[in-house]
């Protein structure tokens, strides 16, 4: 049987009404791989999976799914896109102990970041404050310089800041991101996010559960965020109302085992009280990238010195060097001196960008060179 042949099996497997996760894992546990399962009895497969899906098992596909699956096989045969599944040694071993896992991932770009040693989920909000977005940003190019790959969904705020920042990271090898999908891997939504889907399908991994053209609907992005948290290894909310979407994906986080962080904000500022009740109910604070590095013990490497600007529409790190022992001569530790200052003014004393400062402060940060207070404020750390 060829690879198309065992494609299409799974293909007419997953797309026969009726067949969602939970009843495609129960008949193959009963049958085996789709191929045998399209072979069985209707009264066996009905004692497992009811008359109805028997019938839509066996049946030949309408003219909409053959068409449907056609496609799919024609797609999956293009360079970087794939079609993943369940049996398949690519499949990601994270996904398996999920009680729904997909029995079919579509994938565009490097999907060996889905068994990579390193992975972390950041979820916020969609209209995030303008600190939030620059803290996903920056907090997501610390980790991605580290080798951590960073799982979002690429929503708007403070998902795509996240994946920008991961793309940014200026390291030979940065971890990437993955961008989980409410939709078909065929297409972009939101529409203004064209230009980062091809940077994530070039750089990183496009993956969603749900068949090539699927639109985008509501009840899509519950599934998508049980994806996002049980590829990871934990989920940080950086910014989150409190009935946000993101809290529903740390809840999952919570209830595969993962570990869930949140980082602080002003009590004014609604969109921090969603971290906040996390961090009552147990999520661990997270004041600097090093926070989660360090809970993990995922050593981060050094930033080099003067990497080259990254290219994805934001300014990637680019310091002025520092080893990490005796304290770089920096714009930003001669801006900051030995004074409590907030954000906007250091970005005021050294003309720098938002994105630049941020990325930079954050390696400061892992150097034990500065020290991030409450309130979006930076101090230097006297050191002997």
């Excluded at 399908?201 to 496009?206: D, F, K, Q, V």
């Excluded at 962080?261 to 600097?288: M, Q, W, Y």
Aim: with cysteine; hydrophobic share 45%.
């Amino acid at each position: 049987m060829t690879a198309a042949d065992d494609l299409t099996a799974w293909l007419r497997l997953t797309l026969a009404p009726g067949v969602g996760p939970l009843t495609a894992r129960q008949l193959l546990a009963a049958f085996g791989p789709p191929q045998q399962i399209l072979q069985t009895a209707p009264a066996a497969l009905a004692r497992v999976a009811g008359t109805a899906v028997a019938s839509a098992l066996l049946a030949a596909p309408d003219a909409a799914r053959r068409d449907l699956i056609a496609r799919t096989v024609d797609w999956a045969a293009q360079p970087d896109h794939a079609c993943i599944a369940l049996d398949d040694a690519a499949y990601p071993r994270s996904l398996l102990d999920l009680p729904d896992p997909p029995p079919l991932l579509y994938a565009v770009g490097n999907t060996a970041l889905l068994d990579g040693p390193r992975r972390l989920a950041m979820v916020g909000a969609r209209n995030p404050t303008a600190q939030g977005e620059r803290d996903a940003y920056a907090f997501a190019q610390a980790f991605s310089a580290a080798g951590v790959t960073i799982v979002s969904g690429f929503a708007l705020g403070i998902d795509a800041a996240a994946h920008r920042g991961a793309l940014a990271a200026a390291c030979p090898h940065p971890g990437s991101t993955i961008a989980v999908l409410g939709t078909g891997c065929d297409r972009v939504y939101p529409a203004r996010h064209r230009d980062l889907a091809h940077a994530v399908a070039e750089h990183g991994l496009l993956l969603s559960e749900f068949a090539l053209g699927t639109a985008a609907a509501k009840g899509n992005f519950p599934r998508r965020n049980r994806l996002i948290s049980g590829l990871s290894r934990g989920v940080l909310v950086v910014e989150a109302a409190t009935h946000s979407g993101s809290l529903i994906t740390a809840r999952l986080a919570a209830e595969q085992g993962r570990d869930v962080f949140a980082i602080p904000g002003s009590i004014h500022n609604p969109l921090a009280h969603g971290c906040h009740r996390l961090i009552r109910d147990g999520a661990k604070l997270v004041e600097t990238a090093h926070d989660v590095l360090e809970e993990f013990g995922w050593q981060a490497p050094l930033p080099a010195a003067n990497p080259e600007p990254a290219a994805h529409g934001h300014a990637g790190h680019t310091g002025d060097g520092g080893d990490g022992g005796q304290a770089p001569d920096c714009d930003v530790l001669r801006a900051l001196g030995y004074d409590v200052r907030s954000f906007d003014e250091l970005a005021a004393r050294t003309g720098w960008s938002a994105d630049r400062l941020g990325a930079r402060l954050l390696d400061l940060e892992l150097q034990g060179h500065v020290a991030r207070l409450p309130g979006g404020r930076f101090q230097r750390i006297a050191r002997a």
